[in-house]
């Protein structure tokens, strides 16, 4: 059965949690829940087809040249689901990082079933166990820098993005997708929805998240509100719930997790409509 303080991590942000996150919250169940809602290896929303509007745009708006054998940096990569696609599709050299010893290892192992399925030899990715707060890599290590849904748990975000300027090269790029608040006076809702699983989330404002940027060193950044997409995705969610997706989750895990399940969903969809919960994505430029 799944624990109820091990799920609602997952929705706001999953196995993406840097320096807060515990490992014995991500049980197998719970990981197979979330593959279930979003796919496999896929443990945050959204899709390998998100991911990839975004690179995309970068090689068409950003004057960014082909990404081909560059290094990328993941920032909380959980199974690796997004690290194997970018470097897949993108034909880049990844390093997948994570806090989770047992996800680090379903990752490695995803990989090299991947690769040894497919015969892609060339498929040039890796995972590391890191202490979510010290990036042990040397000055100008990446070309890109990529994290989802990971950073809200930071609690001292310049520190982490003041690493990324450093590690990252100059004319490199980093990809945020994040999660903040749009004020600190909680609804009730809101207030169950950060509290709900008892965890630690560093929220913060739009305009707060870019001062850390700024403090960092970075100053050409670009921020997209996303939350109108996310609530689409939320809402998606919510009816696979109630169809497929929740017939699996109740058949391997009974009616208390499938009801448990929804109820954390709907929360997320109730914050995302009132506005108080948003999402943005971050391209900065170094």
């Known amino acids: 059965m799944l624990a109820k303080n091990s799920f609602h991590n997952v929705v706001s942000a999953l196995t993406l949690a840097v320096g807060v996150a515990q490992a014995s ?18 443990m ?15 090689l068409r708006d950003q004057n960014i040249k082909a990404f081909a054998n560059k290094r990328m940096l993941d920032v909380g990569c959980g199974l690796g689901g997004y690290t194997r696609h970018i470097a ?27 690769v040894t399925k497919t015969a892609a030899k060339s498929l040039s990715c890796s995972y590391a166990l890191f202490d979510g707060v010290t990036l042990p890599y040397q000055e100008n290590s990446f070309d890109i820098i990529f994290s989802k849904e990971a950073i809200l ?23 945020i ?25 560093q929220f913060l404002k739009s305009i707060e ?16 509100d996303t939350s109108h997409i996310t609530l689409e995705e939320t809402e998606s969610d919510c009816r696979s ?31 995302l409509e009132s506005g108080e919960l948003k999402t943005y994505l971050f391209i900065v430029k170094k």
């Open 241 to 271: 719930l109630e169809e497929e997706a929740g017939k699996t989750i109740l058949e391997k895990f009974g009616s208390e997790s499938l009801n448990y399940c929804k109820d954390s969903w709907n929360l997320q969809k109730r914050v």
């Open 209 to 224: 998240y870019v001062s850390c940027l700024k403090t960092a060193g970075f100053s050409d950044i670009q921020v997209i």
């Open 153 to 175: 748990h930071v609690q001292d975000k310049t520190n982490m993005f003041r690493q990324f300027f450093k590690m990252l090269k100059p004319g490199g790029v980093i990809v």
């Open 88 to 114: 897949e599709k993108y034909n880049l050299d990844a390093l997948g990082i994570d806090v989770d010893e047992q996800l680090i290892a379903q990752a490695q192992e995803a990989h090299d079933h991947l």
């Open 177 to 201: 997708f994040d999660w903040m608040h749009n004020s600190y006076d909680y609804s009730d809702d809101m207030k169950r929805f950060v509290t709900i699983d008892g965890l630690s989330y």
């Open 25 to 42: 919250e991500y049980t197998p169940e719970l990981t197979t829940i979330l593959q279930t809602v979003w796919g496999e290896s896929n």
């Open 44 to 58: 945050s929303p959204g899709g390998y087809e998100k991911i990839e509007k975004v690179f995309d745009s970068l």
